[in-house]
């Protein structure tokens, strides 16, 4: 029997899964990048405050979240969407590994634009010699790798602040970042030697297990198709995605349910909690980037509004900081600006917020 609910239950549902009633666990901010699967950390000040949105107390939590990653329990690099991101230590190799199973950087067009595969080999084993118990600079690892490979081209490439070409190699479990250098420049490492307990990459399928009901733990229900949009816009192949939902189907890690019609994946555990979601009425400023958009995407109309998205996702690919309330978004802000889409959003409760973020 399929289980059955509303969108209004769903939303406000995720709400509290994405902490944003700011329970007692949220003071660990490795918790919150685990609960969310991931932060954003594009804007690392964006981040912190992804975390300090969802902790019990007022505070910016900045230094906590720079404490986890220096003790290596918090990991940066490139995850979902090519975009680098904070990625709680234990789960940080399955996500490299569903988006290594892609294989962007072997299609022709990747190839044509940026390196070969053959480069990319050369790229792939100089790096992983370079970076053996060391951490480099974007200008060290050039030089290192470009001498190892003996490719002059490679330079050009690795030169990029974009990491195009060092996007595989996170992929493929090559390389991290590091801490950053005393003059604040970039830094990588070698995940095996860097990171505490490091296990290495899973198999995708293995990988699977991990991360779709993590996902769904946060953003549920959802399809196949929007978690693939999330975690690599849409580049899974078709058959291993049917092949990962199906499987967690079958072995009872989750369940279908029906969204007001349409049939969606959930964890099998959620489906009491789902049925019977409990309000949440209320109001969160939320950062730039932030998750709760993030997760679903702005292209869902239950969460951004439609005639609202170009105020939300805006060029050059910045998100804006949001408005969330009861599930969605219901405005965004800017210090003490907010402009709102829903004027049945309780002003009393943007003023808490604004106070909490000492705007007022």
Known sequence: MTTSCTWDAVLTWRSRQQWLHRPAEAADPVAVVE???????????????????????????????????????????????GTLHLLEARQAPAHLALIGAARTWEQGSWQKTFVTLAQMEKLAAAAHEALDGRVLTREELTTAVVEHAGDPDLAEHLASGWGTVLKPLAWQGVLVHGPSA?????????????????????????????????????????SAVTFDQWLCRGASRKAALRQWFAGL????????????????????????????????????????????????????????????????????G?????????????????GAEVTLFDERVPKDGIEAEQRRLKLI
């Open 35 to 81: 609960r969310l699967a991931g932060v954003q950390a594009q804007v690392t000040s964006a981040a912190e405050q992804a975390v300090a949105a969802r902790r019990p107390e007022p505070g910016s939590g900045g230094e906590d979240v720079r404490a986890a990653v220096r003790e290596r329990r918090l990991v940066k690099t490139w995850a979902a969407r």
């Open 318 to 334: 910045w998100i804006s900081p949001v408005v969330a309330y009861r599930g969605r978004v219901a405005g965004v802000w800017d």
């Open 182 to 222: 005393e003059d604040r420049r970039v830094t990588f490492t070698r995940p095996d030697t860097f990171v505490p307990g490091w296990t290495g990459l899973p198999d995708p399928a293995e990988a699977a297990r991990v991360l779709i009901p993590a996902y769904l733990g946060a953003y549920g229900p959802a």
């Open 249 to 316: 189907l079958a072995d009872g890690v989750l369940a279908e349910v029906d969204v007001e019609g349409e049939r969606l994946f959930a964890r099998a555990g959620d489906l009491e909690a789902l049925a019977g979601a409990a309000d949440f009425d209320a109001v969160r400023l939320l950062p730039a980037f932030d998750q709760f958009v993030l997760g679903p995407g702005t292209a869902d109309p239950r969460v951004v509004p439609p005639e609202h998205r170009a105020k939300v996702s805006r060029a050059g």
